[in-house]
């Protein structure tokens, strides 16, 4: 079976000196009729040639840094998008611990601790606003939290929070979802806030 090829359309030069109607040969990208068109044109495109090849060099270097990110950056990164996402969800609501409102920094307090349960890093409804005075300097004060927590979202699921779970190691990709769906989160409370 016989395919026809497609009649290559005639460009202009892209020479203002030349302007001359030509049929691509190289490829369908050509810009030029001949090569000293090209060379003639040559010092203005410089400048757009050198940012595309500092571009490919970026990206390049950009893929080889993913590609040798340890797991624990992974972890960080997905980390930093989660608790964003709680800053912003609880922006209206005062400090879970100490229900004082000021204007001091903020942090993503969580209930049960990454440390003691590494599954709950990632679970909404064991971390919220908490300011900085209680969850540095008062370990968070768990108590207070407890009280509030029962509160906002019911003895139920505190005391699921407080049962035991299942292990959970989050593999780079399930990292890498995480990060980008709290993203996205992140990006709609923005919106609705605006």
Request: with cysteine; charged share 30%.
């Given at each position: ?60 270097i ?10 624990a ?31 001091g920094?903020y ?88």
């Amino acid at each position: 079976m016989r395919v026809a090829l497609k009649e290559v359309k005639a460009k202009k030069c892209k020479n203002p000196a030349c302007g001359v109607s030509f049929k691509p040969s190289f490829s369908t990208a050509q810009k030029v009729c001949s090569w000293t068109c090209g060379l003639a044109i040559a010092p203005e495109n410089r400048e757009k040639a050198r940012k595309a090849i500092a571009e490919v060099g970026r990206k390049e270097i950009r893929a080889a840094k993913e590609r040798i990110k340890p797991r624990a950056q992974y972890v960080r990164e997905a980390q930093q998008a989660f608790n964003e996402w709680v800053r912003l969800r609880d922006s209206a609501l005062p400090c879970v611990s100490c229900g004082r409102h000021h204007e001091g920094q903020y942090h993503a307090g969580h209930y049960r601790t990454v440390g003691a349960n590494p599954e709950l890093r990632f679970e909404p409804l064991n971390v919220h606003k908490q300011c900085a005075p209680c969850n540095n300097h008062k370990s968070g004060d768990i108590v207070n939290y407890r009280i509030t927590l029962v509160r906002r979202i019911g003895l139920e699921r505190v005391e699921w929070l407080e049962g035991p779970h299942e292990a959970k190691r989050y593999t780079i990709q399930e990292l890498q979802e995480i990060k980008a769906n709290y993203r996205a989160k992140t990006r709609e409370l923005k919106k609705e806030a605006a």
